[in-house]
């Protein structure tokens, strides 16, 4: 089991820059990746961004070049750096964790979710 709890949400005005966190705990020694997951009402959860172990990522391509995934293993803690924010990046932003290590930002293969943290982009 492991419990992953976001934080770093909130408002900013378009061409911005917010930092989530997500803090992992309970079973972090097993091998897992962990990704960052999007959602806006109506629409289905979108995977922004996903790290492996090795450090392995990748994008969708609508936050390359803007976003970056990382990890701080000391710390059990994921990070998605966000810049240049456009309000279409607007969207309950969730963290999750499946076991293994095949890169993948396909949601349903993740097995634990936090509770979301909201980011809002005003133009």
């Known amino acids: 089991q492991v419990q992953l709890v976001e934080s770093g949400g909130g408002s900013v005005q378009a061409g911005g820059s917010l930092r989530l966190a997500c803090a992992a705990s309970?079973?972090?020694?097993?091998?897992?990746?962990m990704g960052w997951f999007r959602q806006t009402p109506g629409n289905e959860r979108e995977g922004v961004a996903a790290?492996?172990?090795?450090?392995?990522?990748e994008y969708a391509d609508s936050v390359k070049g803007r976003f970056t995934i990382s990890k701080d293993n000391a710390k059990n803690t994921l990070y998605l750096e966000m810049n240049s924010l456009k309000p279409e990046d607007t969207a309950m932003y969730y963290c999750?964790?499946?076991?293994?290590?095949?890169?993948?930002?396909?949601?349903?293969?993740?097995?634990?979710w936090g509770q979301g943290t909201q980011v809002t982009v005003s133009s």
């Open positions: 999750a964790a499946k076991p293994g290590v095949v890169l993948s930002r396909q949601s349903w293969l993740y097995n634990y």
């Open positions: 309970g079973d972090t020694s097993s091998r897992y990746c």
């Open positions: 790290i492996c172990s090795g450090d392995s990522t």
